[in-house]
């Protein structure tokens, strides 16, 4: 399997918008832990941030992820343990480009994700360009309904939204992270 040694995930929890546009930090998900992590281990992605400044819920991810790597979890289900070994846990996005520099990756360019269309979007056949260099990049996943403005407008890029037929448009965003990374680093298997 090919990994992708400079392209990391962070799913942020603050600051995100509620459904009335206030702005918050919203709660970890198990789910949200569990299925971004399988997807980035299945496309090869180097680490996946979870992104909270609450102590509470950095300690629960926390021990979400020891019972999976280092406990019963990890004994009952070795493929879940291999996912959940690439999470780390950081109280800002700072603190995730720190440990990136930290360990060798360099400063990542950001890329945020948005359901709305935004400018500077970027297609996905010019990001899978990008991203074919030594740079490192650090894909940003909102939660709740959304990143604050002040994070799309500081990224280095905006990736295009996901867009259906139907004009629903309100992915999970363990959802939107599978299709995204399919989109960047998925393959046809009749080309196999």
């Known amino acids: 399997m090919t990994v ?5 995930l962070a799913l942020i929890h603050h600051p995100v918008y509620d459904k009335n546009g206030v702005i918050i930090a919203s709660a970890v998900s198990n789910l949200d832990l569990h299925d971004i992590s399988r997807a980035a281990k299945t496309y090869g992605v180097r680490a996946f ?13 926390e021990r979400i992820v020891s019972h999976w790597t280092e406990g ?13 070994e690439l999470i780390r846990v950081a109280a800002s996005l700072e603190d995730v480009r720190d440990e990136i520099v930290r360990n060798g990756g360099g400063v990542p360019a950001t890329v ?9 979007s970027i297609s996905y056949d010019a990001m899978r360009e990008m991203i074919k260099g030594e740079h490192p990049y650090l894909l940003l996943f ?21 867009m259906g037929h139907s004009g629903y448009n309100h992915l999970s965003v363990r959802s939107a ?12 298997t009749l080309d196999l």
Do not use: C
């Open 142 to 162: 909102g939660t709740a309904w959304g990143m604050t403005p002040e994070y799309i407008d500081q990224s280095d890029h905006v990736l295009a939204p996901i």
């Open 112 to 120: 945020v994700t948005d359901a709305k269309p935004h400018p500077r």
């Open 49 to 61: 941030y979870i992104v909270t400044p609450l102590e509470d819920q950095r300690r629960l991810v």
């Open 4 to 8: 992708h040694d400079n392209f990391y």
């Open 72 to 84: 019963a979890g990890g004994d009952y289900n070795p493929d879940r343990r291999d996912a959940l």
């Open 177 to 188: 992270a599978a299709i995204i990374l399919d989109r960047l680093f998925g393959r046809d």
